[in-house]
DNA sequence: CGGCATGTTTCGCC
DNA sequence: AGGCGAAACATGCC
């Protein structure tokens, strides 16, 4: 689930509980830094900010980092606003709990970090200078500039976080099938007219998935992604390949 | 049951 | 040096 659009959306969430102040907090000491529990109880949250895939509560102490793996996901004052959107078949279980934050001592906790595979992490002050132009920052020259000369697979380079921050295995596919690239060819290929139309699919096609629920609301939905069917755009079966470790679903017709 | 999964990091081999 | 693949992490789901 979690790519750059769901940590929008939670970091939008959390905006709701900024001001309140820590009164107790839980979290599972295999995924966070020792002593983290004494470092935010008694913090007051002032701020949440998002960086690439990463959500930041920033407080009167440290900054909490909240990164999200595979399967993490986060609910305010008990409420997911992301699972109101979209089918889930994962529970509401408390055992996958990674982090509490309580700000009312007897109430339910006002931020929960609930992650099954537990891939997500909890940190402290994290550093996030090495991350690339943000997903919802992106224009046609910074993209041509943080493409650079990399001979890697596009798909590939999309992915790496320091060259664009926040997009994910289902949002790099969606905004190739979008540009009609093919997801395999060495970024350094790309002509200008490419890459413009790459930024124009992030700057475009996100803010509407993001409006829809997240990235699995685009065209290769995960049942697209599952089942391979026609192109919606051309009819044209489409294909699954495995580039740079991950999967990659496209259209060999319009992405060349 | 086997295989796959929205992510990141590490290790070994060119 | 840098690119690349595989493995590891951990567990639910199809």
């Known amino acids: 689930m979690p790519e750059g659009l769901e940590a929008e959306i939670w970091r939008s969430e959390i905006e709701t509980v900024v001001g309140r102040t820590v009164v107790d907090a839980w ?26 895939k990463i959500v930041l509560i920033d407080t009167d102490g440290p900054t909490i980092g909240l990164h999200f793996g595979m ?12 699972d109101r959107l979209q089918y889930s078949s994962s529970r509401d279980d408390a055992q996958w709990d990674r982090l509490r934050l309580f700000t009312d001592a007897a109430g339910m906790p006002a931020v929960r970090l609930n992650d099954p595979r537990r891939l997500g992490r909890v940190t402290l002050d994290p550093d996030v200078s090495a991350l690339g ?5 992106v224009t ?17 380079v999309l992915l790496d976080q320091a060259v664009v921050a926040g997009l994910g295995n289902m949002c790099a596919d969606e905004v190739l099938w979008w540009a009609g690239i093919d997801p395999r060819r060495p970024a350094c290929a790309l002509d200008e007219p490419d890459v413009a139309r790459l930024a124009t699919a992030i700057r475009r096609r996100l803010p509407v998935m993001m409006r829809r629920g997240g990235s699995h609301r685009g065209t290769l939905s995960p049942m697209v992604r599952s089942t391979c069917p026609p192109c919606e755009r051309d009819g044209y079966p489409l294909r699954r390949d495995t580039i740079g470790g991950r999967t990659a679903v496209w259209c060999p017709h319009h992405q060349r």
């Open 27 to 52: 979290v599972d000491e295999r995924v966070a830094p020792p002593g983290f529990v004494g470092l935010v109880v008694g913090a007051r949250l002032e701020g949440v900010r998002r960086a690439g």
């Open 140 to 156: 046609p020259a910074r993209m041509r500039r943080a493409l650079g000369e990399r001979r890697q697979a596009i798909k590939t």
């Open 133 to 137: 132009v943000d997903i919802f920052a």
């Open 71 to 82: 399967t993490g996901r986060v609910l305010v004052d008990g409420v997911s606003a992301i």
